[in-house]
Antibody, heavy 125, light 109 residues
Framework: EVQLVQSGAEVKKPGESLKISCKGS????????IGWVRQMPGKGLEWMGI????????RYSPSFQGQVTISADKSISTAYLQWSSLKASDTAMYYC??????????????????WGQGTLVTVSS | SSELTQDPAVSVALGQTVRITCQGD??????ASWYQQKPGQAPVLVIY???NRPSGIPDRFSGSSSGNTASLTITGAQAEDEADYYC????????????FGGGTKLTVL
């Protein structure tokens, strides 16, 4: 079974650092992009960034560039999302998801499946 | 534009058909994928590409696309289909991440 398992919920204070994880299993971890998605309380889904564990090629959404760091350790099939100095506004649920891509008759199809169960990050003084 | 636009809320009577739409310039070049999210749960892929359903997704879910609009149709909506639905595609720059629509809250009456 292909699955992504994320680390548990975190409660942190403003200014603290944090690294959350997403472990893949059941497939070749180095062959697919892994994306990170933020969902603030009561809000929609936002792409933060994406990494290709095979060569650690990483892309960030402009909104999150410089705010977070995405990395991966292919030896343990795990991707990471980290903050060096958390803010209260970082309080959200964070999901990882595997991307698959297919080209059909010259048209490109992307989809994200599976998704991790989510990691709730609460930042409060 | 790198944005995808969805209606914030849609309702459907039990057993009837509902269409949820997603508009954006990137949809002229890339197919959309659709995700269902129920309260307290992670998103689940329901449709990808022209009209592909992952294993386990009921065949009452279907997808279509025309011009800058992608659509998710539920034929014979069930109570368990009440959820938020999000579309996603690559943005116009071809960025590996893509962009999400704002989401549509589906209420089954």
């Amino acid at each position: 079974e292909v699955q992504l398992v994320q680390s548990g919920a975190e409660v942190k204070k403003p200014g603290e650092s944090l690294k959350i994880s997403c472990k893949g299993s059941g497939y070749s971890f180095t062959s697919y992009w892994i994306g990170w998605v933020r969902q603030m309380p009561g809000k929609g889904l936002e792409w933060m960034g994406i990494i290709y564990p095979g060569d650690s090629d990483t892309r960030y959404s402009p909104s999150f560039q410089g705010q977070v760091t995405i990395s991966a350790d292919k030896s343990i099939s795990t991707a990471y999302l980290q903050w060096s100095s958390l803010k209260a506004s970082d309080t959200a649920m964070y999901y990882c998801a595997r991307k698959k891509t297919f080209v059909n008759s010259g048209s490109l199809i992307d989809w994200f499946d599976p998704w991790g169960q989510g990691t709730l990050v609460t930042v409060s003084s | 534009s790198s944005e995808l636009t969805q209606d914030p809320a849609v309702s459907v009577a039990l057993g009837q058909t509902v269409r949820i739409t997603c508009q954006g310039d990137s949809l002229r070049s890339y197919y959309a994928s659709w995700y269902q999210q129920k309260p307290g749960q992670a998103p689940v892929l329901v449709i990808y590409g022209k009209n592909n359903r992952p294993s386990g997704i009921p065949d009452r879910f279907s997808g279509s696309s025309s011009g800058n609009t992608a659509s998710l149709t539920i034929t014979g909506a069930q109570a368990e289909d009440e959820a938020d639905y999000y579309c996603n595609s690559r943005d116009s720059s071809g960025n590996q991440m893509g962009v999400f629509g704002g989401g549509t809250k589906l209420t089954v009456l």
